[in-house]
């Protein structure tokens, strides 16, 4: 099993290291960083394990075929990975094509 992120998305994650700073969710860069490192190590260790549903129309926009899993962070935040799954050589391959959490995209799903 491989995953992969989309330009975007690597680029959506670590905009968001700074945002969770500069917002003051985190008082140190450092606890941003180690969360933003913790989502992603989520992502590439169990998406494979996750529970996974077809995405709404609505996400298109992102990819053809994709499904989203959800990854609970905290009592407030679940992210969603939007991805699409292909087999090549007998191995699965995630790619992650958009992110967003509940408090951006719930009324999308």
Request: proline share 3%.
């Amino acid at each position: 099993m491989s995953v992969l992120f989309v330009p975007k998305v690597q680029e959506y994650l670590y905009e968001l290291e700074n945002i969770l700073y500069e917002k003051e969710y985190y008082s140190f860069e450092e606890s941003a960083l180690k969360y933003v490192d913790e989502l992603i190590y989520d992502i590439t260790t169990n998406l494979s394990n996750k529970l996974h549903k077809p995405a709404p129309k609505y996400y298109d926009q992102y990819g053809e075929e994709l499904y989203y899993a959800t990854f609970k962070k905290n009592r407030q935040t679940n992210w969603y990975a939007f991805f699409s799954k292909y087999v090549e050589n007998g191995e699965t391959i995630y790619i992650v094509c958009y992110m967003g959490n509940n408090h951006t995209e719930a009324h999308h799903l």
